[in-house]
C-alpha cells in the first residue's frame, strides 16, 4: 500500500477559490499563492478577480464565474482543469447576505431562492463538476466555508441560516460519501469577520458586539480564516474530515 503523501507544502497544488474577489476568499487566494499553490480566482466580477490575481503573482488566474449558473461552474471548472492541468483543491467560499423579514412575501421568496442558490445548490455543483479531477490528485481537498450561523441563529437572516445550515449537513455527506477515495471534506464556520459584508455595521457596534460576545473581544480578519482553510488543505490533513470547525473568537464556545 503507498504511504500517503503528508507534505505541510501545497506548493505546486491546483486550488479553486469562489467568491475570491474580496474578503475571505481574497485573503484565502493571496495565501495559496504565496505557498506555492496555482491558485483559479473565481467570482462575478472579471475585473475585480484579474486585482487579485496580480496581487497573488504568476501561478494565479482570473475567471469571471456565476456560481448560481450550473452550465457556467460546468465549464468553467473544466477550462480551470485544462489551464492548469488538474485540480487538487476546491474552496466553496462564494456568498451573499441580506435581511429577509418573513412577512417580505416575494422579496423574502427571492432572497431564499438566492441563498440557497449561492451558498448551498452551488457548492455540490462546484464539488460534482470538480470531483473527476480531484480524484486524480494524491491528496484532494474540499471546504465549504459556512458561517457560525449554521450553528445558531440571528434574527431576520433565516435564508441565510438554513443555506448555512446546510452546508454543515452537506460537508457531512460528502465526507461520507468521498472518504474511502481518500477525498477530506470538511467546513469552516467564521464568526464576526471584518469583510465587505459586515463593512456597513458601524465600528462601534462591532466593538460593543465582540467584546460582549466572543472570548477575544474582537472582530476578526479575513487572513484569520485563510489560514485555518490552509491547515484543512495540506496534504499532511489526511486523516481530518467531516469537521465543522468555528473560527469566530470564543463567540460559539460563551453562554453569555
Known amino acids: 500500500m503507498p504511504q500517503p503523501n503528508r507534505s505541510r507544502s501545497i506548493a505546486g497544488r491546483v486550488a479553486i477559490v469562489t467568491g475570491a474577489a474580496s474578503g475571505m476568499g481574497r485573503a484565502t487566494a493571496r495565501l495559496f499563492a504565496s505557498e506555492g499553490a496555482k491558485v483559479a480566482v473565481t467570482d462575478l466580477d472579471l475585473a475585480a478577480c484579474e486585482d487579485v490575481v496580480a496581487e497573488c503573482g504568476e501561478n494565479a488566474r482570473a475567471y469571471a464565474l456565476d456560481v448560481s449558473d450550473r452550465e457556467a461552474i460546468a465549464q468553467v471548472v473544466a477550462q480551470i482543469a485544462e489551464d492548469f492541468g488538474g485540480i487538487d483543491i476546491l474552496v466553496n467560499n462564494a456568498g451573499i447576505s441580506r435581511h429577509a423579514a418573513l412577512e417580505g412575501g416575494e422579496d423574502y421568496e427571492a432572497i431564499w ?6 451558498m448551498l445548490t452551488a457548492h455540490q455543483r462546484m464539488v460534482r463538476a470538480a470531483l473527476p479531477h480531484l480524484r486524480a490528485s494524491d491528496a484532494a481537498r474540499i471546504v465549504n466555508i ?26 457531512r455527506g460528502l465526507a461520507v460519501d468521498l472518504g474511502p477515495e481518500g477525498i477530506t471534506v470538511n467546513c469552516i464556520c467564521p464568526g464576526p469577520i471584518n469583510t465587505g459584508m459586515t463593512a456597513p455595521i458601524a465600528d462601534e457596534h462591532k466593538t460593543i458586539y465582540a467584546k460582549r460576545r466572543t472570548a477575544l473581544k474582537r472582530y476578526g480578519e479575513p487572513e484569520e480564516v485563510a489560514h485555518m482553510t490552509l491547515s484543512l488543505v495540506l496534504p499532511a490533513a489526511s486523516y481530518i474530515t467531516g469537521a465543522v470547525i468555528p473560527v469566530d473568537g470564543g463567540l460559539m464556545a460563551r453562554n453569555a
Open 146 to 171: 459556512a458561517s457560525t450561523e449554521g450553528l445558531g441563529a440571528t434574527p431576520g437572516l433565516t435564508p441565510y441560516v438554513a443555506a448555512k445550515t446546510g452546508v454543515t449537513g452537506l460537508t
Open 113 to 118: 431562492h438566492s441563498a440557497l442558490a449561492v
